[in-house]
């Protein structure tokens, strides 16, 4: 079935570093790409998304890239702060499907001052 | 405009017992889904509300139910809990079915003893 495999589970990172979090998508179908920010003991937020005619998307310090050949999208946080602790969702939304957005398992970011 | 509105915002239930967990979509929009979100298995999909009538359905027991109302507020009921059902049940709305952007509650965190 559908499926969407988000990697890795938990990464730490010194404040001022880069994050990256990767995430493959089953479906070639799939033609939007959410990813949600989770802070602890609060609701999922949108923070940045991508349509599958486009390759990369940038918002100040974050950034995705999208690769529809092999499946693959990713997320960039570049210059991380505390604040970027959290856990992130990847997504793939499948059109016509029947359960259509379909979520990554989460990976917990951890950012050490 | 009020977001998404879960309540109770915890549960504590033993073995056996039924639940009920109420959803208030943002003012406007008519569908309304419910995700169980456990550590490691990110959000798995449990239903989706339109109308009053339940358009998909995850793959859950039986036991995991639900319901809209006219004023699309949104109840899910699960019966004969067991340990395994302890998790945050998120509700997400959306202005339309079917919608890639789904703006969710803070969840309720459910535990079962």
């Known amino acids: 079935g559908e499926n969407v495999e988000q990697h890795p589970s938990t990464l730490s990172v010194q404040e001022g570093d880069s994050a990256v979090i990767k995430c493959t998508y089953s479906?070639?179908?799939?033609?939007?790409f959410p990813w949600y920010k989770q802070e602890l003991g609060k609701r999922p937020q949108l923070i940045i998304d991508?349509?599958?005619?486009?390759g990369e998307k940038k918002d100040q310090r974050i950034a995705v890239t999208l690769n529809k050949t092999a499946k693959h999208f990713s997320l960039h946080i570049t210059e991380t702060q505390p604040e970027d602790s959290a856990v992130y969702f990847c997504a793939a939304w499948t059109p016509g499907g029947y359960n259509k957005l379909i979520f990554g398992a989460g990976t917990r970011l951890a950012v050490h001052p | 405009k009020a977001g998404v509105t879960q309540t109770p915002r915890y549960l504590i239930k033993t073995r056996g017992q039924q639940v009920t967990l109420s959803c208030s979509p943002i003012s406007g929009h008519r569908s309304v889904s419910w995700y169980q979100q456990t550590p490691g298995q990110g959000l798995q999909f449990l239903f989706e509300y339109f109308s009053e009538t339940q358009r998909n359905k995850g793959n859950f027991p039986g036991r995991f139910s639900g319901r809209q109302f006219s004023n699309s507020r949104s109840e899910m009921n699960v019966s004969t809990l067991e340990l395994g059902d302890s998790a945050l049940y998120l509700c997400a709305s959306s202005l339309i079915p079917d919608s890639e952007k789904l703006f969710f509650g803070s969840g309720t965190q459910l535990s079962v003893l």
């Open positions: 991508i349509r599958s005619n486009v």
């Open positions: 479906d070639s179908a799939s033609n939007y």
